[in-house]
């Protein structure tokens, strides 16, 4: 409950409608016991009393009955008639939902055509006739409001229950043995509750302002008693003369209206697991920079990382994804960066052009220097400039990263407009032919395909050529072969390579396979815990490896035709970033360690090999 409403009230509209709430919620039960006028108490010798006269707040109406006290009473007729409307809205709805998309076939044809029917008709038009048919009354505006709503909650729930029907654990609870009835309890409702409530939270002030209008024409409240609605149509042929009766009511309404719709906005995004673990905001366009100072650069090179460090704030908690790395990449070089899930490889790849996410990425610290140009703090034309067009990045799925609803030469022809003033048809053979030099056959017939249309290996290679599209000076690939067979792996692999070296490329290749890094790589750097810990040649790493975690690392490696072997497994657990131990990362789960590895500081020691490591395997 905590943990909700530190979320809720990140979000400052959802934290301001909660408190507005809250507060008409109090009053409303409060009433019976405020010292208020009777609400149905007519003096017709105070008529039409302005606000703060003596006695009456705020005011009269036209028999003289204090508006202070109909409004409170009112108020609370009409926060008990949404939130009921809302509650049986949302339990029929979420019924009919589960239960058309849970059995299908029939049941679901016919439910649905019902629920289309009750849509196809203006959801007031059939309020009203609702109404004419019951008699007017609040009891049936309130019937004839959830009535209306209902076919809302059910397609949305039917729609969120045919993708749960469907999945393994409901076909695991049916080879279990379990019935319809207590599948539906025990494995549906609980994934369709959450819905339900958000759904609920974001119409109770529509259901609101429906029944209110509903009073307003004279179908719901019915007189002496008072809500807002009636209120405001009782007041309506005193508009002119005496407005604070339809003033009063009417900020009421839109007090509560926007004060529901504000918090329910904000309960939504609260139990949306995919926010919990950043800000409630839209990321900025480029990573936020909070760094005191610029270190000096430490060498040369095409792209040179000194002491970056990026981090994660959320709540009270600071995550260092990458504390103090520092890299150097050549021109035509092929540096290979590899380390477990979760050391920080893909976030020094992001930081690089400012692509890591703000909220709650933060860079603290460091700096990256294209050709010496410093981009931590870039302003944000500068980066998009740069972006694409000097450093270009292959992400994992490609599937992800392409728009599924355009086609793949109009993604290519556009990555080239942006950045060079062409006209689409230079811009279209210019597509034609990268889709030719990844080796795509028939490339201008598969221009005019959408991503689903083409195979995992075909869509990398769509990824390589829009990578290609500027003739970028370097190519981040963040383990682009992750997700492929090992045929297609080879394939990629082999392209990239002859990428680079026909035309110049410098490549960071992030990946966890130390075979790719054989295969494609002149150096290696190995991350752990958000540190490098060791660089060096490929061939040198992988002979000798000096850092107890790149030995353990390479012993996971199975080797063909080598007989049999145990494969070895690194003990433990990766350490939380948030929680770092003291001395080196890694003593925890090594072999070697000794007590002056868990104290202080370990700096990375050596030249052209260098290793984070009091005791190495080899000397560096």
Known sequence: MK????????NRLAGFGAVVLGAIVVLAVLTPV??????NETNTANRFLRPFAEGHLLGTDHLGRDLLSRLMWGTRLSLAVGFAAALVAGLAGAAIGVIAGYFGGRT??????GVDMLMAFPYILL????????GPGLLNALIAVAVVNIPFFARNIRGITVGIAHREFIDAARLAGMGHTRILLTEVVPNVVPVVVIAMSTTIGW???????????GLGSQPPQADLGSMLGEARSALITAPHTSIVPGVMILLIVMSVNLLGDG????????LRSGALARPMAATRVERKTVPAPEGEGLLRIDGLETQFHIGARVYKAVNKVSLDLKPGECLGLIGESGSGKSVTALSVMGLVASPPGVITGGAVRLNG?????????VLRALRGRKVAYIFQDPLSTLHPLYRIGDQLIEAIRVHEPVSRAQAHERAIKLLE??????????????PHELSGGMRQRVGIAMAMANDPDIIIADEPTTALDVTVQAQILALLDDLRRSRGLAILFITHDFGVVGQLCDRVAVMYGGRIVETGPTAEVLEAPAHPYTRRLIACVPELGGGRRVLAAIPGLPPAVDDLPQGCAFAPRCDKAQDACRKGEIALTGAARQVRCLYPEVAP
């Not at 405020?34 to 609400?39: G, Q, Y």
């Not at 259901?207 to 024409?217: C, D, W």
């Not at 309960?267 to 995919?274: G, N, Q, T, Y």
Request: charged share 25%; aromatic share 8%; hydrophobic share 55%.
């Open 127 to 134: 309020a009203l006739a609702i109404v004419a048919v019951l």
């Open 108 to 113: 679901d044809n016919v439910t649905m055509r």
């Open 373 to 381: 140009q410093d981009l931590i703090g870039a302003p944000y034309e």
């Open 437 to 450: 030099d990844v080796r795509i056959p028939n490339a201008r017939a598969r221009a005019r395909a959408f």
């Open 3 to 10: 943990l909700f409403l530190r979320l809720l009230f990140r």
């Open 207 to 217: 259901m609101i302002l429906e029944t209110a209008g509903l009073s307003f024409l």
């Open 267 to 274: 309960i939504r995004d609260a139990l949306d697991p995919r």
């Open 34 to 39: 405020l010292p208020l006028h009777a609400p």
